[in-house]
């Protein structure tokens, strides 16, 4: 079974500070995907990565970064968080295939 | 623009009826089309995926594609209660490169 898991299932962060959320899946899937998911906004693709150090923005990229040192770990960067980025934070992986597999995800709260 | 539509619900279906969950998308060029249920709380799970027009079956869920109407549907027999979540159609398209592209669900509620 593939397995993606994610660094934390809650975290609670102050206005201003660095926040990193990590991924690592264990199926040595090219794909790695970052998103946020809100009430009545649906699941919205920030960033994804289709190979090591190779990244590709997504919809809502604005605010975010990611890093792809190794090919089983993506981090998801919020250099200055804000409170609008208070949210569920996903993290998916694919083979070539396209069907992705996702982690437990992230409730992040931004105070 | 890529669009995937879904009705949002909620979809009431009594225990043990079909349930019938529709998706549609709007580029002629998506290929390869996913769904996934997921649960309050929870991440989504794949639950389907289908490639070809035609009918796609897999114990009680069939999923079925119609690329000259762009549309995509989930049916779900003999519901349960456990059924009851929020189902997402998602889709491949070229231009999304590897990405997909998702619709914002459909909640189902099976009662008994």
């Known amino acids: 079974d593939v397995k993606v898991t994610q660094s934390s299932r809650y975290l609670v962060k102050r206005t201003g500070e660095k926040v990193f959320l990590e991924c690592v899946q264990d199926m040595d899937h090219e794909n790695m995907f970052w998103y946020r998911q809100d009430p009545g906004l649906g699941l919205r693709l920030i960033y994804f990565s289709y190979d090591v150090k190779m990244k590709e923005k997504g919809d809502i990229p604005e605010g975010y970064s990611v890093s792809r040192e190794k090919k089983e770990r993506f981090s998801l960067i919020l250099e200055s968080a804000s409170t609008n980025q208070t949210s569920m934070y996903l993290c998916?992986?694919?083979?070539?295939?396209?069907?992705?597999?996702f982690g437990p995800g992230t409730r992040l709260t931004v105070t | 623009q890529k669009e995937v539509e879904q009705n949002s619900g909620p979809l009431s279906v009594p225990e043990g009826a079909i349930a019938s969950l529709n998706c549609t998308y709007s580029d002629r060029g998506s290929q390869s089309f996913f769904w996934y249920r997921q649960y309050s709380g929870k991440s989504p799970e794949l639950i389907m995926f289908?490639?070809?027009?035609g009918d796609k079956e897999d114990g009680r869920f069939t999923a079925q594609l119609n690329k000259a109407s762009q549309y995509v549907s989930l049916l779900i027999r003999d519901s349960q209660p456990s059924d009851s979540a929020t189902y997402l159609c998602a889709v491949n398209t070229p231009q999304a490169g590897t990405a997909l592209i998702f619709g914002k669900g459909t909640t189902l509620s099976v009662s008994s």
């Open positions: 998916a992986s694919s083979a070539d295939g396209y069907e992705q597999y």
């Open positions: 289908i490639y070809s027009n």
